[in-house]
């Protein structure tokens, strides 16, 4: 038979308490930490991509700005120039057909007096709008005298 006998002068005393709150407080910590450190990793990521996705971008203006550029210098050479001044008076002339030609040419009927007759029609780029041209044929000074008044009325 055994006899435990303790011959220490103080008694035995357990750390039991300590070591298991400082155990779970290590646990609790290091999952903090993985959390926290998977935050960063995810954050960076995504900070990579939206700098990546940024640098695509900001390449692209630079070359969509040197393409401007390019196509400004040839439209600014002076053969170009003039075709783009034809190119608008060839609109305004197209905006000008929305114009109702048909009630002008109505109202010149009823107010077209006898003897006297359009002969032209010619639209023109006076200033940035459309300037109509009347070339009229009359029998006699007396007929083109009413068209006039006519035309003031």
């Known amino acids: 038979m055994k006899i435990r006998l303790n011959l220490a002068t103080k008694a035995l005393e357990t750390h039991r308490r300590f070591l298991v709150g400082a155990g779970l407080t290590a646990v609790v910590a290091g999952l903090l930490f993985l959390g926290l450190g ?3 990793y995810s954050a ?11 640098e695509k971008m900001r390449q692209e203006m630079a070359k969509l700005e040197a393409q401007r550029r390019e196509l400004e210098r ?13 190119a608008a008076f060839i ?9 109702n030609w048909t009630l002008m ?9 006898t003897g006297v007759r359009v ?3 010619e ?18 000074d007396e007929a083109e005298l009413k068209f006039e008044r006519a035309l003031e009325e």
């Open 38 to 40: 998977w935050h960063v």
């Open 44 to 54: 960076r990521k995504v900070d990579y991509a939206l700098r990546a996705r940024t």
């Open 74 to 86: 040839y439209f600014s050479q002076k053969d170009i120039a003039n075709l783009h001044d034809r």
């Open 91 to 99: 609109n305004t002339i197209l905006d000008a057909r929305s114009f």
């Open 105 to 113: 040419f109505m109202d010149l009927e009823h107010i077209l007096p």
């Open 119 to 121: 002969v032209s029609i």
């Open 123 to 140: 639209p023109k780029q006076v200033a940035g709008h459309v300037e109509l041209k009347l070339t009229v044929g009359a029998i006699s």
